[in-house]
């Protein structure tokens, strides 16, 4: 299964990653678009210190998030390995329970009237995520995750100085 | 391998779902004193709020049995388990046998010792069923008092007041949601309750729950009076008690299954009985920051236990490490909150670092230990939530980072630089 695999060295902290998201969240899949629809994007681009880090939802194996979820609307598909609380019959109330379970930071409340919550979907019907895809640094790659991937990812969630 | 889950909730879907995955061939059976499919006792305030219908409150698609080879044995309450000679019987005397039992059988309202909690229209809210007969008693309702200003009696009484009742909060403690939040964090949750038209007393036990006198009765009318510690008298057609929640055990008392207030079980989910295991609400487990045990009664946990304890029956080894027991997300009207470990220091060793601003409905509290942060509260801004709560479980020194935490700077990134 294919993943997005942060090079936190190639990157520049320049947001295409972000807008991109926004826009191909939007209905006019446009990045003015979607800042006049008010999507906002579902990789957030951090400042740790001087240094950017993209902050992105990484479709855990067993995902804290789903067992978090008290609708059932949070799920991981079996096939796509995606973890999302869209398009399935159970659907999101924005009890945030999902915001308190992920260690990564990932998922947002949707701004807005209606309580949401919000992360990355793996842009489904797309063979490239857009972030990825936008992103001109190569920083963000979308490729076969590997056992030392997988690896570095966990050391990420466990490890602090 | 027969499996036998009782308990069609949280925990036991999570098992059926998880056993399913590693045991292909294995039987599965739920049974559950509820007649109909899985739900989310979570979502029956948005029922009773109006907000969702009983589809909506599903937690699996309506096929989810079937479609997981999953026998149900619905609406017969379990009433024993024979360890010795491996069945379960039901109430109406028929039996069910397994090889690896799962309990999962959740908790109840439990109502106080308090007199005339037994009449129509005092209830608890637990179940559809609660919800459903709420709703009824709602058509001639004008007036609700909910007992008890914790989770679910917030969580009740908001719901009510969506519905266009008057309901009014009595809470023994001086300050709402006290499990949950400190003072400050409370204030501002009730005050946002508050202008909204939900009315609160505080530091006020209920001495009795007197029914309609002779006289009202005459007159077709059915309230009651709510009696306070100092005498006072509130009017209610709905009294919902929420004043706590019991384990349900019934069906294994006396048997060699080891009880405690709930269910105890080893790091493997099973009881001191081999093949018999205990998961969600009912059992009782380590918490990770304080180190006592005993039940968690949050969903998160439940579903988290359940896969674990179906890991372990189908004889995948999976060690329970350990989750923090008190986690609650709340948004009743506009001011979301998020509080979990020890919120309220019982002793000066701790640190507490706080930020308060309460005029724009913000609050933020860390609690520490040694510079391992035990506990925390985040009163309108909730983002990273998960992001602390993850340093809390691996109990990470948090030194570097505590004051860019309580000031809401922290985010995983800090976490990939330190070892990228
Ligand atoms: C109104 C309300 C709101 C809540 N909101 C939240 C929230 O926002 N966040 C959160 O984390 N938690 C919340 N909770 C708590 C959460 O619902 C529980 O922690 C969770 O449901 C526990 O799941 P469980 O599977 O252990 O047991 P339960 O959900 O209690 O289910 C147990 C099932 O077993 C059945 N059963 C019991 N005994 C028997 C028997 N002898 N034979 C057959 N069947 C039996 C019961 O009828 C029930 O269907 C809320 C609870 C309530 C009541």
Known sequence: ?161 | MRYVIIGNSAAGIKAAETLRKLDRGGLITIISDEPGPAYSRCLLPAFLAGMRNEDELRIRPENFYQRNLVDTVFGKKAVKVETGRKQVVLADDSRVEYDKLLIATGSSTAFPPVEGLAGPGVLGLRNLADAREILEYRRKARRVVVIGAGFIGMEAAYALYRRGLEVTVVEKMPHILPLQLDRPAAEIIQRDMQAEGVRFILGAGVREVAGPSLWTRLFGKTGRGVILDNGDRLKAEIVIVATGIKPNVDLVRDTEIKLNWGIVVDQYMQTAVPDVYAAGDVAETEDIITGIVCVSPIWPNAVTQGAIAACNMAGRPRLYTGLIGMQNAVEFRDVPAIAMGITQPPDGSYEVLALHRPERNLYRKLVLKDDVIVGMILVGDIGQAGVIAALMRKKANARKFKERILKGEFHHGYLQRAVS
């Not at chain 1, 991981?76 to 930071?105: F, H």
């Not at chain 1, 998922?107 to 857009?130: M, N, S, V």
């Not at chain 1, 590997?146 to 690896?151: G, I, P, V």
């Open chain 1, 1 to 161: 299964m294919k993943e997005i695999m942060v090079h936190l060295d190639r990157c520049n902290g320049c947001l295409t990653c972000s807008l991109a998201c926004a826009a191909a969240h939007s209905s006019s899949g446009t990045i003015v678009g979607a800042m006049l629809e008010g999507i906002p994007g579902r990789i957030f681009v951090q400042a740790a210190g001087s240094r950017p880090v993209p902050i992105l939802c990484r479709h855990c194996e067993d995902a804290p998030c789903v067992d978090a979820c008290m609708t059932g609307a949070m799920q991981k598909d079996p096939g796509t390995g995606l973890v999302s609380n869209e398009g399935r019959e159970q659907t999101c109330v924005g009890c945030w329970m999902c915001i308190m379970a992920c260690p990564y930071g990932a998922i947002i409340q949707k701004p807005g009237e209606k309580k949401l919550a919000l992360k990355c979907d793996g842009c489904p019907g797309r063979e490239i995520p857009a972030c990825v895809a936008a992103c001109p640094n190569n920083a963000l790659v979308y490729e076969e995750a590997d056992a030392f991937s997988e690896e570095r990812r966990r050391k990420a969630a466990s490890t602090l100085v």
